[in-house]
């Protein structure tokens, strides 16, 4: 049996955790406050969003998977869930506190402002389950000091102030959460290393098999699902690690492996097109002059 629970609504979502509606927008939570959790006979729950919701955990208290992966929840994990976003629980079957903290925030509240026309280059909001933030102590400690920033706002009266002061310091929270996901790319540098060298071996096989006759040129999202990451995460790693987005990363791959066809002179540039994924050949002679200075024909020429 399936419970579904939706987050859309701010003074719901307050009133369910047990806390008071200081702004029908945005709220900062104290799970401890909330009442002990009793989710009843049901085996899943689905929690459908349509609200920001971003929760620093403080104790285990069941898995929540989110696509194909499930997070821990460990103590010190920050998780992030978008508008549009569901997530799983196996429900517990047992009564429990919850501990930690939550900042929620309706899109609406970003309607005009900066943030609102950047949300969508926080892409922390679109990582698998597994690819959640793990914080240092000082790290919880900022991060919940930027909670406390914004719960000072939401408490003042409302002016003219309020709600340029509330959004600007939830982007200064992001902005926090994406310093501290770079750091987390550095420290499990070795872990991103193996990642490289898979990505390498599948670009090898993709070209070296027909699979690219058969599944097109190679995207990043098709990588990405062969190495169990979301396909954001794995663009800012390889970002990370390279210095190239995974598509230029990708294509530059490709026209590696199209230099060295072209020299087949036993097929034509249209045959090595096909090949390579390329639905349409000119398509594939544009990417290589792109790429190259010169079109299959003058490469091959020349060469």
């Keep these: 049996m399936e419970k579904t629970i939706q987050v859309n609504n701010i003074d719901e979502y307050n009133q369910n955790n047990n806390h008071k509606t200081l702004h029908p927008l945005v709220s900062v939570l104290d799970y401890s406050k909330a009442n002990v959790r009793d989710w009843g006979d049901a085996d899943t729950l689905r929690f459908q969003y349509g609200l920001y919701s971003v929760v620093l955990k403080e104790v285990v208290c069941g898995d ?12 010190g994990t920050l998780v992030f869930f978008a508008p549009g976003q569901v997530a799983e629980m196996q429900n517990p079957k047992i009564r429990y506190q ?33 690819e959640a933030l793990h ?3 000082d790290e919880q400690k900022m991060i919940l000091d930027c909670f406390a920033k914004i719960e000072f706002e939401l408490k003042q009266p409302i002016d003219k102030h309020s709600k340029k002061l509330i959004v600007s310091n939830i982007e200064l929270f992001l902005d926090y959460c994406q310093r501290f996901y770079d750091r987390q790319f550095i420290t499990r540098e070795h872990v991103n290393k193996g990642i490289l060298e898979r990505f390498e ?7 070296e098999t027909d699979q690219a006759q058969v599944n097109g040129i190679p995207s990043v999202s098709y990588f ?54 390329f639905k349409y050949p000119q398509h594939f002679t544009r990417l290589f002059k792109q790429r190259v200075g010169q079109t299959p024909n003058e490469y091959r020429s020349l060469n």
């Excluded at 929540?64 to 103590?75: E, F, L, N, P």
């Excluded at 925030?105 to 969508?120: A, M, V």
């Excluded at 390889?238 to 230099?259: C, H, W």
């Design 64 to 75: 929540i998977r989110y696509g194909k992966h499930t997070y821990d929840y460990q103590a």
């Design 98 to 130: 919850p501990q930690g903290h939550g900042l929620v925030f309706h899109p609406d509240l970003l309607i005009g402002t900066n943030l609102g026309r950047s949300i969508s280059h926080y892409k922390f909001f679109h990582y698998e389950s597994h």
């Design 135 to 137: 914080l240092s102590e």
């Design 201 to 207: 071996t599948l670009m090898h096989q993709y070209f």
């Design 224 to 277: 990405a699902n062969e190495l169990h990451l979301s396909a954001n995460y794995f663009g800012d790693l390889i970002k990370k690690e390279t210095g190239l987005t995974a598509k230029d990363y990708i294509q530059n791959k490709t026209i590696d492996v199209a230099k060295n066809r072209v020299f087949d002179t036993d097929k034509t540039i249209n045959e090595i097109a096909f090949e390579m994924g």
